[in-house]
């Protein structure tokens, strides 16, 4: 990881503690005004089976070994994402709804001819993981000038479907340069 990476990380964690402080304060705060379960009422026995029925199952929970399969296939599809890769062969790695999206955005795709460097960083995002999906920072680092390079951040979300997982949605953070 290079300096200008860390400080990035730098400026994002505390911004991110702050945030995640605020988020669980107020579910504190809401789920002190719901009542509690002790003087709520039981539900009657002939409804407990349906309820159970209709509850959405949590996902899995995400093993190292997901986030080390899913950042194989953020680094791959971001490889042929940017290089140009006909679509056809981005499908296998996208969801359904993400290949449609790229569908209509066909022209809208940025293209570089060279990638010098990729690389992934993990990003610890706990509420998306509960949702079944894990994020990965791709830094890449392309040709800038003659004898130049640039270097851009994408947020890559992945989710586990039909066993595999595929992206979900690519966010590009390109941050300011930052002088050395």
């Given at each position: 990881?290079?300096?200008?990476?860390?400080?990035?990380?730098?400026?994002?964690?505390?911004?991110?503690?702050?945030?995640?402080?605020?988020?669980?304060?107020?579910?504190?705060?809401?789920?002190?005004?719901?009542?509690?379960?002790?003087?709520?009422?039981?539900?009657?026995?002939?409804?407990?089976?349906?309820?159970?029925?209709?509850?959405?199952?949590?996902?899995?929970?995400?093993?190292?070994?997901?986030?080390?399969?899913?950042?194989?296939?953020?680094?791959?599809?971001?490889?042929?994402?940017?290089?140009?890769?006909?679509?056809?062969?981005?499908?296998?790695?996208?969801?359904?709804?993400?290949?449609?999206?790229?569908?209509?955005?066909?022209q809208?795709?940025?293209?570089?001819?060279?990638?010098?460097?990729?690389?992934?960083?993990?990003?610890?995002?706990?509420?998306?993981?509960?949702?079944?999906?894990?994020?990965?920072?791709?830094?890449?680092?392309?040709?800038?000038?003659?004898?130049?390079?640039?270097?851009?951040?994408?947020?890559?979300?992945?989710a586990?479907?039909?066993?595999?997982?595929?992206?979900?949605?690519?966010?590009?953070?390109?941050?300011?340069?930052?002088?050395?």
């Open positions: 990881m290079n300096d200008r990476q860390k400080r990035f990380l730098w400026m994002y964690t505390p911004a991110a503690v702050i945030l995640l402080a605020a988020w669980g304060a107020v579910v504190g705060v809401v789920s002190d005004d719901a009542p509690s379960e002790a003087t709520s009422t039981p539900p009657s026995k002939a409804a407990a089976p349906a309820e159970e029925s209709t509850e959405a199952q949590p996902p899995p929970a995400i093993t190292e070994e997901d986030r080390k399969a899913a950042k194989q296939v953020a680094l791959d599809f971001m490889q042929d994402y940017l290089t140009g890769a006909p679509l056809e062969q981005l499908q296998s790695h996208v969801t359904t709804g993400y290949y449609s999206q790229l569908e209509k955005e066909k809208e795709r940025p293209t570089v001819e060279k990638i010098q460097k990729i690389e992934a960083t993990r990003v610890e995002n706990w509420p998306l993981e509960q949702e079944g999906k894990v994020s990965w920072n791709v830094w890449v680092t392309v040709p800038r000038g003659k004898t130049g390079t640039y270097e851009v951040a994408y947020e890559v979300i992945l586990k479907t039909q066993d595999q997982w595929r992206v979900k949605a690519v966010t590009e953070n390109e941050y300011p340069e930052l002088r050395d």
